[in-house]
Nanobody
């Protein structure tokens, strides 16, 4: 059974940092790209980062570029997203997802692909 489980959300003060985790199982961890999405209140879900199957190629949306790092731990079948200098605009539910079709980040997962339950991040003082 394919599973993706996001965790690590919570309440963070502006300027703070957090690390989100996406633990996966049920498929070859090295075979497919895994993406992070964010959905802010009243906004559409947007892809903010992605790492390819081999771990050597990454993508960052402009909104998080320069203050975020995506990585993967093959031993733990887990993808991490570390974010720094958080602002209230980073508030939202964060999801990890994969297509189970592509190793590269070129094609983003759609609604019919594989998603984990989200983890809520609230940036507030």
């Amino acid at each position: 059974e394919v599973q993706l489980q996001a965790s690590g959300g919570g309440l963070v003060q502006p300027g703070g940092s957090l690390r989100l985790s996406c633990a996966v199982s049920g498929f070859g961890f090295d075979d497919y790209a895994i993406a992070w999405f964010r959905q802010a209140p009243s906004e559409e879900r947007e892809r903010i980062s992605c790492i390819n199957g081999g771990g050597g190629s990454t993508f960052y949306a402009n909104a998080v570029k320069g203050r975020s790092t995506i990585s993967k731990d093959n031993a733990k079948n887990t993808v991490y997203l570390e974010m720094n200098n958080l602002t209230p605009e980073d508030t939202g539910v964060y999801y990890c997802a994969t297509t189970l079709k592509y190793s590269s980040c070129t094609i983003r997962p759609g609604r019919s692909d594989y998603w984990g339950a989200g983890t809520l991040v609230t940036v507030s003082s």
